[in-house]
């Protein structure tokens, strides 16, 4: 279904048109109202909207970074000099998981939370589910951001079972007694869950469930993954995507299956850049490059050419759900990125090669780095978890080891491990365990 057609269906170009005056009106409100952006882009040379220009010059203007606004923050302001708007008029604040220490803060207007709903429903409409279908949903209402796709659920008209995380039991409970058609969770819980389900001879595909949205971390694209989801539940799989900082959710995956479809449109301009050089690349089909977000309708936090750190790959060829955004496959995360020998390899696409050797191997791996740092020597060690039953796996290792050098360029070194000892997770998966690597930084 389309929760807002005449708007998720209007033309790309046109799109541009309305979001171009939109952004003047977010520049001037952020020269007037943000200190942040008044220091930041006065010593960039910018010191008013007019210099400033339009979306047509928004490549001019210098990235804002997470450790720029971390930066910024103390007692005296606790969620940072970018706040744009009076504390009076903030109506939820939410929070990051602070693996630096300290979390950061997101504050919310009335007005941005029923933004965030409006992109939540375009967002997860797009699968296919629609009133009054019943969701078991994995997502807490607090502390992160993950919470807020609750609302988009509302506007959809759901009817939600909210479970939230670490409660496996209830959540299987709730699926064999309620008869949900849907379930939204990470991709390595859902994966989880049909290991589970699957040891307690509950038969999962028998179930009501007949759609899995995934989202907060990559994987649901990964055709390997999927197709070991859509196995195990019997179920179509979609996925979703945002970034705390901009939008609970930002990009949602229709019935086609052919990437998430751009719901932020109207509210957030977005932006793919080279990771290297922060240099623009074309919106084109097949372009890959990091994403870029600006926000053009909000009030309490909005930010302005924000690097998100996750690289995609954009298709823009036209989709059979009549949308027009474009739409992406998220292939990983730059922070998360490793470069071995002068390649860069996403962690993800190590996972992705390894699972098209299923049904010999769980789905599960863990890449332990050999010392602290992005640069690594080959080889590099991987652990893959061999699926139930499954024994030995020399000649497995071998044939994985080529199969990721003939892919990624990259040699590594497999070390099969027997089924269930790699831990799952209830959240995000972590692919990267720094356990056995070296003090020493590079």
Known sequence: MMFEPEIETLDWGLQRQHDDAAYRDQLAYLLANS???????????????????????ITSLPFTEKDELRATRSEADPIGTH??????????????????????????????????????????????????????????????????????????????????????????????RLAPQALACTPSYALHLAEWASERGIDLPASTVRRILVAGEPGGGEPAMRHLLEEGWGALVTEAMGIGDIAASLWGECEAQAGMHFSGRGFIHVELIDPATGDP????????????????????????????????????????CGRTAPRVRCIGRTD???????????????????????????GVISIRPGHRSV?????????????????????????????????????????????????????????????????RQE
């Open 375 to 439: 640069n690594q020597q080959p080889p590099l060690k991987v652990l893959v978890e061999l699926a139930e039953g499954t024994e030995g796996g020399d000649a497995l290792a071998q044939r994985i080891r080529q199969r990721i050098r003939d892919k990624l360029v990259v040699t590594t070194d497999i070390h099969p491990v027997p089924w269930g000892s790699l831990p799952r997770s209830e959240y995000k998966s972590k692919l990267i365990d720094y356990s056995e690597a070296a003090d």
């Open 281 to 320: 690349v074309p919106m084109e089909d097949g372009a890959q490059g990091e994403l870029v977000y600006t926000h053009l309708v909000h009030e309490a936090a909005p930010l302005l050419r924000f690097r998100s750190r996750d690289h995609v790959e954009v298709h823009t060829s036209p989709c059979r």
């Open 35 to 57: 200190r942040f952006y008044r220091d930041k882009l006065s010593a960039a040379g910018f010191d008013g909207p007019a210099e400033i220009g339009g979306l047509d010059d």
């Open 83 to 176: 706040l744009a708007a009076p504390m009076e008029s903030v109506a939820r604040i939410y929070s990051t998981s602070g693996t630096t220490g300290v979390p950061s803060y997101i504050p919310l207007t009335a007005a941005d939370l029923d933004r965030w709903a409006r992109i939540s429903a375009r967002t997860y409409g797009a699968s296919g589910i629609a009133a009054p279908e019943r969701i078991v949903s994995t997502y807490n209402a607090g502390p992160f951001v993950a919470g807020a796709a609750l609302d988009g659920f509302n506007r959809l008209g759901l009817c939600q079972i909210p479970v939230g995380m670490g409660n496996t039991e209830r959540l299987m409970a709730a699926v064999q």
């Open 336 to 362: 998360d990125m490793l470069i071995v020998r002068g390649v860069n390899l996403f962690p993800t696409a190590v996972r992705e090669v390894v699972n098209e050797f299923a049904p010999s191997v769980s």
